[in-house]
C-alpha cells in the first residue's frame, strides 16, 4: 500500500511544480542589463569606469508596456523614472549620469511589479 500514497504524492508534487512555471515564466518576457556605453551594441556590464557612458537596457519581448525604473545610488539615494513607454520588441536605453564611484542597482517594474534588478559597480 506504500507505492500507490507515494505516487499520489509525487504526482501531486509535480502538480504544484507545473503550475508555478506560468508565474516564473514571466520574467523571460523582459530583456534588462545595464552596459558601459549608449549603443545598441554595448554588452552588459558589472562594472564601468567613473568616466564611462553608462545606461540601463530594456526590451519587451512579448507586448507592449509601460515600465518604470529606478537607479539606487551608492549613497543610498534612489532615482525613479516611471511611465517608460515601451513598444515590443524594441530596445530602449535609460542613460545613467552618476560617476559615484561604488555599486548602483537598477530596477525595472511592470505593472507595479519587479521585472527584473541589475547591479553594477562605478570604478574609480
Known amino acids: 500500500m506504500k507505492g500507490p500514497k507515494t505516487l499520489a504524492a509525487a504526482l501531486m508534487a509535480l502538480a504544484l511544480l507545473a503550475s508555478a512555471l506560468p508565474a516564473s515564466a514571466g520574467a523571460v518576457a523582459y530583456k534588462h542589463y545595464v552596459a ?9 556590464a558589472h562594472s564601468c569606469p567613473k568616466k564611462a557612458k553608462k545606461a540601463a537596457f530594456f526590451k519587451s519581448l512579448g507586448a507592449d508596456v509601460s515600465y ?5 545610488f551608492p549613497t543610498g539615494k534612489s532615482i525613479c523614472a516611471k ?41 574609480r
Open 36 to 44: 558601459c556605453g549608449y549603443s545598441e551594441k554595448a554588452k552588459p
Open 83 to 123: 511611465a517608460q513607454e515601451a513598444e515590443a520588441r524594441e530596445l530602449y536605453i535609460n542613460k545613467i549620469t552618476s560617476n559615484i564611484p561604488g555599486k548602483h542597482r537598477v530596477t525595472w517594474f511592470v505593472g507595479g511589479k519587479r521585472v527584473g534588478s541589475f547591479a553594477f559597480t562605478v570604478i
Open 68 to 72: 518604470s525604473i529606478c537607479v539606487k
